[in-house]
T-cell receptor
Framework: DAGVIQSPRHEVTEMGQEVTLRCKPISGHNSLFWYRQTMMRGLELLIYFNNNVPIDDSGMPEDRFSAKMPNASFSTLKIQPSEPRDSAVYFC???????????????FGDGTRLSIL | GQQLNQSPQSMFIQEGEDVSMNCTSSSIFNTWLWYKQDPGEGPVLLIALYKAGELTSNGRLTAQFGITRKDSFLNISASIPSDVGIYFCAGTGMYSGGGADGLTFGKGTHLIIQP
């Protein structure tokens, strides 16, 4: 079975440009998460969706960041305008919906390595 | 926000040795997870723990959910070269209702194995 698919794998762009990261969750999973990984701060949750609805975006660093999930099989994370400090690896993860008190583990994609010059 | 303290930060061991790492938190967690990350890849789930006191094994890996819900450990027995990587603990807090919850991650333990 296909895992979480992210694109692009690598992105290098100049500051001020718009960046769009894409994610296709595992089929049947109805929760989707965006994380950012840096050396200094480790892995941080940015935002997550349940059934395509944003639940918690308190981790989104600034208004320059936005995320959408127009349907169950696709999500985007957009940065506009981008800045050098946004350089990081961005991961998407998906899981089945929480139910009956047992959490459903999250499965991660291979990430997008973003470099803003 | 919630924080996880993971230790040690790095480990240099000989092949064949056993490994032990742990995570602690000042607040209660509802779920503890252990992930491994290889260079250029996303974290891969190793073990998931859902109940306080739970002890779970996955091959040479064993993990426990602390009885206080504030800690967890991961043991690797008889380490082999492919165990090299970064190991992360992660957890979710107490639920306020239905729906999934984002993970809080530890800073990771870098495992380096010398042949």
């Amino acid at each position: 079975d296909a895992g979480v698919i992210q694109s692009p794998r690598h992105e290098v762009t100049e500051m001020g440009q718009e960046v769009t990261l894409r994610c296709k969750p595992i089929s049947g999973h109805n929760s989707l998460f965006w994380y950012r990984q840096t050396m200094m701060r480790g892995l941080e949750l940015l935002i997550y969706f349940n059934n395509n609805v944003p639940i918690d975006d308190s981790g989104m660093p600034e208004d320059r960041f936005s995320a959408k999930m127009p349907n169950a099989s696709f999500s985007t994370l957009k940065i506009q305008p981008s800045e050098p400090r946004d350089s990081a690896v961005y991961f998407c993860a998906s899981s089945l919906e929480w139910r009956t008190g047992a959490d459903q583990p999250q499965h991660f994609g291979d990430g997008t390595r973003l470099s803003i010059l | 926000g919630q924080q996880l303290n993971q230790s040690p930060q790095s480990m240099f061991i000989q092949e064949g040795e056993d490994v032990s790492m742990n995570c602690t938190s000042s607040s209660i967690f509802n779920t503890w997870l252990w992930y491994k990350q290889d260079p250029g890849e996303g974290p891969v789930l190793l073990i998931a723990l859902y109940k306080a006191g739970e002890l779970t094994s996955n091959g040479r890996l064993t993990a426990q959910f602390g009885i206080t819900r504030k800690d967890s450990f991961l043991n690797i027995s008889a380490s082999i070269p492919s165990d090299v990587g970064i190991y992360f603990c992660a957890g979710t807090g107490m639920y306020s209702g239905g729906g999934a919850d984002g993970l809080t991650f530890g800073k990771g333990t870098h495992l380096i194995i010398q042949p």
